[in-house]
């Protein structure tokens, strides 16, 4: 509850105060948040704790698809969401050479764009490195097994996306495949941003084509359950 405090003085903690004390349990002070609160409620089926770069609904039926014990976070402010399409992956990947190689002296970058493999290798080894954490703690592990992928693959599949392909991301963010792209857009989102997002949303091929969101670091928001074990 290390964020708990914080929330007391919200003008939304009567509110849930009151929510909760007029559910029967649990499973029904969720579906109270969700159709009483009017607060941005991104919601998780678990089956363990929460952890950071995890996938979120605003839906709780869509979170209930992937596990039976649900929690959510409030999200006080929408603008902490960064929500990835057609035109704004289209703009990033004008420029995603120099995001993946932001520390590259581009003063010489005409003389040395011609030795192709040289400057492919150097964006590989960048888009390696910003998936190296994905790849040691089993993030990709299932779309990788599903898509007959190694880890190569996956970096493959990101430069060719990025640099080779002219497909629109609406291509691939209604598949699978979508979650290879999930770091490289974490990565943006917090990294390259002037003013960073902590969350990131794309229209997925999930639950009829909801919206899926990544929040990169849970523990700026206060969960539902504490919430319920508060009050």
């Known amino acids: 509850m290390r964020y708990l405090n914080l929330f007391e003085n919200h ?5 849930l105060k009151k929510i909760v004390q007029n559910s029967d349990d649990y499973n029904n002070f969720l579906e109270n948040v969700e159709t009483k609160s009017e607060l941005f409620i991104l919601y998780r089926g678990l089956d363990g704790i929460m952890e950071n770069k995890s996938f979120f609904a605003d839906e709780l039926a869509h979170a209930k698809h992937y596990g039976e014990y649900v929690d959510g976070l409030i999200i006080p402010n929408r603008g902490e969401v960064m929500h990835y399409d057609n035109r704004v992956f289209s703009e990033l990947k004008e420029e995603m050479h120099i995001t993946l190689t932001s520390n590259y002296d581009y003063s010489d ?30 993030k990709l592990t299932d779309a990788m097994y599903q898509a007959d ?5 996956v970096v493959d599949f990101v430069y060719d996306f990025c640099f080779e392909s002219s497909k629109l991301y609406s291509s691939v963010s ?21 003013e960073p997002k902590n969350i990131i949303s794309y229209d997925s091929l999930s639950f009829y084509g909801s919206v899926e969101y990544v929040v990169e670091d849970v523990s700026k928001y206060v969960k539902l359950s504490d919430i319920w074990e508060k009050y």
Do not use: G
């Open 109 to 138: 970058f005409e003389e040395y764009k011609d030795e192709i493999e040289d400057f492919e290798y150097i964006l590989k080894e960048r888009i390696r490195e910003i998936y190296s954490f994905y790849f040691k703690d089993n």
């Open 11 to 15: 003008n939304n903690d009567n509110k």
């Open 149 to 153: 992928c190694d880890k190569n693959c």
């Open 174 to 194: 209604q598949t699978k495949s979508n979650d290879f792209l999930i770091p490289l857009m974490s990565h943006i989102s917090t990294k390259v941003l002037d």
